[in-house]
């Protein structure tokens, strides 16, 4: 079983930025696809970015231009690093590795 811990969520104003990161743990294996989801107060689990194994990725509508996902293997890490950030991008952001969730990261977007 995959652990995920997600780490770099808090609080920024309009504009700012955040890197978030998901550390996987239990498996000797990089697990692919790796991606990003988000749920923002009384909405459903959305998917921000996604990275494959071959590096290929895919993001949002939303966030697309702003956000970037990649992944470094030797740290079995998945980063996403957020730009420009919004009001709307407010919300738990969680990764996933296979049918792996993390436990979800707080980003509030506010002045």
């Known amino acids: 079983q995959v652990h995920l811990v997600e780490s770099g969520g808090g609080l920024v104003q309009p504009g700012g930025s955040l890197r978030l990161s998901c550390a996987a743990s239990?498996?000797?294996?990089?697990?692919?696809?790796r991606g990003w989801y988000r749920q923002a107060p009384g909405k459903q689990r959305e998917l921000v970015a996604i990275?494959?194994?071959?590096?290929?990725?895919n993001y949002a509508d939303s966030v697309r231009d702003r956000f970037t996902i990649s992944s470094n293997n030797a740290k079995n890490t998945v980063y996403l690093q957020m730009n420009s950030l919004k009001s709307e991008d407010t919300g738990v952001y969680y990764c996933?590795?296979?049918?792996?969730w993390g436990q979800g990261t707080q980003v509030t977007v506010s002045s």
């Open positions: 239990g498996s000797r294996f990089n697990i692919y696809p």
């Open positions: 996933k590795q296979g049918k792996s």
């Open positions: 990275i494959g194994s071959a590096g290929s990725t």
